[in-house]
């Protein structure tokens, strides 16, 4: 090779090298002239990051602390299926660990075309531990709390639920979201170029959720459920509520349906079998219904409790006849005994003189047809025809319970009333929230201490020699009322075979303690209330008054 030879490589050379330098240069130049900003929030970004810290949920308790809904810790477990070398292996470890299908987590595994997937949200942190410690790369790991419901079927349908970011989604999780939620922090964490948080530069505090204590009891709770589901099964029924309260306070003491579920396995339930009949579901309730008309005619100085009434087995009412359950001849009644009898064309002799206007303001100001303000979401308002749509034959049906819909939690306050001496108060299921003061709930008087008095002495001959004797509770007065309704069937007219079997009533009857109110939905085999209800209000009540050391009377 000659000297003029090598000369020009060396001199293309340094060409290649000056031009390779000026691209370079330039390419410097425009990165910090054009994209220094960008780049520079990217880096950052690369090093620090701002994370969510979650806030504690506060915890639900019953009214003796005992706990009905918790947070618990969790660890939810993703992974990058970009990063995973063996899909395959990985799956048959998660399964090993974490209990799941191996196959279903392959094909999330194997899937490169995504960057994350869960493997499992909230999944239980010393498995999840358990499945960390293996080293595999690709997989993620990060805190979260998970609800729990210690008591599984207790209380469930009034509790509701929470679902997996945390949030309320039902019952009193729900309604009681934002206290409980709380509030979010945030930190900043430095990390190394391997995604390791070396600081925490920077922290704004969240604040937890607040914890609430409720009027439920969860032993009286588990009892009303148990009986509850006896009697289901006892009668075939389609379901079953009940609802415990203290008429002094208007605490719901407990509040079940059956057939009920876990909380915890919420998401394996069927929407129908969540919700809360004893709120949200209405029924007519026939004869319970009858100390509307009754009270509202000794309040109004219509009648006294021996006023008489000549009264045959069957009168017309417009284009309707009303008859009594069990056919009988003419009879005379007092007052007294057309309600302890539970005569229907006694009740509407009475009703046609208090007046349609008369029964409609009784019937708001026992507080049918608005809701009773409890709280918890989804409270039914009931149907009561406004004054304008009643028909002829009106007067015949509603002040008997019929061609009326209530609410089982309507229904028990009207009977508080009563029980409490003439003064409604609020039903309520939460007794304070925090270390704050027990909200004072809304009170009213709806009739005098007298006609209170009178109502309640006639409720209780209905358990001492009428239809009620089966919610008898030996060394304990009783003062309640059954109903029976027929349930309609959708084409304006009324079932043949479907019908509600209910009791409610409040003992100790001279000094009640407690109301309680039992419905039975489309039972079989026998349709009475006081053979299907009844019974179980015994058991409902002989369970609370030994446990809560009453007295008898």
Do not use: C
């Given at each position: ?447 005098t201490t007298k006609t209170a008095d009178e109502v309640r002495h006639m409720l209780r001959e209905v358990v001492e020699e ?88």
């Amino acid at each position: 090779m000659t000297a003029r030879v090598a000369n020009r490589r060396i001199r293309l050379l340094i060409a290649l090298f000056a031009a390779v330098f000026a691209v370079a240069l330039l390419r410097a130049g425009w990165l910090q002239a054009v994209r220094a900003q960008a780049l520079g929030n990217m880096a950052t970004s690369q090093h620090r990051e701002t994370i969510e810290v979650p806030p504690h949920r506060g915890t639900i308790y019953d009214r003796l602390g005992v706990e009905l809904a918790v947070g618990s810790r969790a660890t939810t477990v993703y992974a990058n299926p970009r990063q995973i070398q063996d899909p395959r292996a990985a799956a048959m470890a998660v399964e090993q660990t974490l209990g799941l299908n191996a196959d279903k987590v392959y094909a999330l595994l194997a899937d490169r075309s995504r960057g994350f997937v869960y493997i499992e949200r909230q999944a239980d942190s010393g498995l999840a531990q358990a499945l960390q410690d293996k080293h595999i790369q690709g997989l993620g790991f990060y805190d979260e709390e998970r609800r729990d419901y210690p008591q599984k079927r207790i209380g469930a349908s009034v509790l509701g639920y929470a679902g997996v970011d945390n949030k309320g989604l039902a019952g009193l999780e729900l309604e009681l979201d934002k206290t409980l939620t709380g509030t979010q922090g945030e930190k900043t964490i430095v990390k190394d170029p391997f995604g390791r948080t070396l600081q925490v530069v920077d922290s704004k505090p969240g604040s937890d959720g607040k914890n609430v204590y409720l009027t439920l009891d969860h032993s009286i709770q588990g009892q009303v459920e148990r009986v509850l589901a006896e009697t289901r099964e006892r009668w075939t029924a389609k379901s079953a509520s009940a609802i415990v309260m203290d008429p002094r306070t208007g605490g719901i003491l407990a509040m079940a349906n059956d057939p009920g579920y876990d909380s915890n396995k919420f998401s394996q339930v069927p929407q129908d079998r969540q919700r809360n009949r004893a709120v949200t579901d209405t029924y007519e309730p026939g004869s319970t219904f009858k100390i509307v008309t009754i009270s509202g005619a000794l309040e109004s100085g219509i009648v006294t409790p021996s006023t008489k009434f000549t009264l045959p087995y069957e009168i017309q009412v417009a284009d309707r006849k009303i008859h009594d359950a069990e056919p009988r001849g003419t009879q005379t009644m007092t007052t007294d005994q057309i309600l302890s009898r539970s005569s229907n064309v006694g009740v509407v002799t009475i009703a046609q003189e208090v007046g349609e206007a008369g029964i409609n303001d009784w019937i708001h100001r026992f507080g049918f047809g608005r809701p009773t303000g409890i709280d918890y979401p989804g409270e039914s308002k009931g149907i009561v025809l406004p004054p304008e749509k009643w028909s002829g034959s009106t007067i015949g049906n509603v002040p008997i319970g019929q061609g009326i819909a209530v609410t089982p939690v309507q229904m028990i306050a009207a009977y508080g009333a009563i029980a409490n001496r003439g003064v409604m108060i609020e039903p309520h299921l939460v007794e304070r929230i925090g270390n704050g003061e027990a909200p004072q709930p809304v009170r009213r008087r709806v009739v005098t201490t007298k006609t209170a008095d009178e109502v309640r002495h006639m409720l209780r001959e209905v358990v001492e020699e009428g239809s009620g004797t089966a919610a008898q509770v030996p060394g304990y007065r009783i003062a309640g009322k059954t109903g029976t309704a027929a349930k309609p069937d959708g084409t304006g007219g009324y079932s043949t075979s479907a019908y509600v079997a209910s009791f409610v009533g409040f003992v100790p009857a001279k000094h009640p303690r407690l109301v309680i109110l039992v419905t039975v939905d489309e039972p079989r085999g026998a349709i009475w209330g006081g053979v299907v209800a009844a019974p179980a209000f015994a058991q409902i009540a002989n369970f609370a008054l030994q446990y809560l050391e009453i007295p008898p009377d």
